[in-house]
């Protein structure tokens, strides 16, 4: 059977179709929600309360989806998002990722949290678009490696992920008792860096545990605040965008600080429990400050109508994660690619069927609330 063939046509089903091929232990970690999940359930509950309006016109031959973002050429308003641990769904991981991608010249982001070094996925992704996700550890040191391997590696844009400074309570991870890190994995750019290697006795596929100790040691970072943000700024040059923003109020301060973009995410609920719908947090922080700099969305995204319904909510692009995920588990390369190009497939259908040329001409007008 071919790998599009494995892969649903309708993306909704892709969970279901993952999990007859994921390991348990793997799967409870792609899902996990913090506490009982509620917010993962909110992102999903939120698109349902959005319905496209029809226009009744010519439908256009044709739908231009191209678009930039902070200087990034892309052929559609869709990134792969961050992922950590992607062997977890395929061998190749992070490196079979990266290649979809760049097939589709999409803009993969890269989390610090790879299976596979900042370097090797730069390498895997050619001559792709990649943007570095940072989760800012307590060591500065080790944050200025990032920083510079990253840029050296032809990362361009910077996105700092704010809502893991601590992390969540995930109850399917705690019943099994399972962490992905405490057998070293998804820690590859921490273990191929000279600053974490250089506090170490011994290299760490000699003593993997004293590095799985001093990675639980910087990785969580529940001081970290807006003042330490001039440390970003003297060793990155490129665009800095904020992934975690919930409110219009953050935003602006965004804006004070001179951030170039902001992600309005929840981190797929995965890590706080109670928290509000991305999706309804987004309207309120276009308002606030739409036009001051780039705002995309993630969190919930699992279908070319759930892109269609955050662009034409505001959002310049939107970033999707579990579902390449998926299709990363069910055919490899091939698979994230197949998924990622019928969700962008979807989400031209969507935008001609609304009567519209381009998804930059959708707004708020093109949808309808329902109760």
């Known amino acids: 059977m071919s790998t599009t063939a494995t892969i649903p046509k309708d993306l909704s089903k892709l969970e279901a179709q993952a999990a007859r091929r994921l390991r348990p232990e793997a799967l409870a970690y792609i899902l996990a929600g913090a506490g009982d999940a509620s ?42 998002a961050p992922v950590g641990v992607q062997t977890l769904a395929h061998p190749e991981g992070d490196l079979a990722t990266a290649r979809a991608a760049t097939d589709l010249g999409l803009t993969y982001v890269h989390s610090t949290q790879g299976a596979f070094s900042m370097e090797d996925v730069a390498a895997a992704s050619g001559k792709g678009a990649r943007w570095y996700q940072l989760y800012w550890p307590s060591d500065d040191a080790l944050a200025v490696s990032f920083l510079r391997r990253a840029k050296a590696a032809g990362y361009t844009h910077l996105v700092i992920t704010l809502d893991t400074t601590l992390l969540g ?3 399917l991870d705690l019943d099994r008792g399972y962490s992905p890190f405490l057998e070293n994995k998804g820690i590859a750019n921490y273990t191929s860096d000279p600053v974490f290697r250089g506090k170490l006795l011994a290299p760490p596929d000699v003593a993997p545990l004293p590095a799985g100790i001093q990675f639980a040691g910087v990785f969580q970072n529940p001081g970290l605040s807006w003042d330490q943000l001039p440390l970003i700024r003297a060793n990155w040059d490129g665009p800095i965008l904020l992934k975690g923003i919930q409110s219009a109020a953050d935003a602006r301060m965004a804006v004070d ?22 999706l309804d947090a987004l309207r309120p922080i276009v308002k606030a400050v739409g036009g001051d700099l780039a705002i995309l969305f993630d969190s919930g995204i699992r279908t070319g109508q759930h892109a269609f319904t955050a662009l034409a909510l505001g959002a310049d692009a939107v970033l999707v994660g579990r579902p390449y995920l998926y299709g990363l588990a069910l055919g490899g390369r091939a698979g994230a690619r197949t998924v990622m190009q019928r969700l962008v ?9 609304a009567g519209h040329r381009s998804a930059a001409s959708l707004t708020r007008s093109s949808l309808v609330r329902v109760p």
């Open 169 to 171: 309570w995930r109850p």
């Open 257 to 278: 600080q001179r951030i170039d973009g902001i992600v309005v995410s929840n981190h797929g609920g995965r890590q706080v429990d109670g928290a509000i719908a991305s």
């Open 345 to 353: 497939d979807e989400l031209a259908l969507e935008v001609r069927r």
């Open 39 to 80: 917010t993962t359930r909110a992102n999903a509950a939120a698109f349902g309360r959005w319905r496209t309006k029809r226009r009744r016109t010519r439908k256009p031959r044709r739908v231009d989806l191209t678009t930039t973002v902070l200087g990034t050429r892309m052929p559609a308003p869709v990134l792969f």
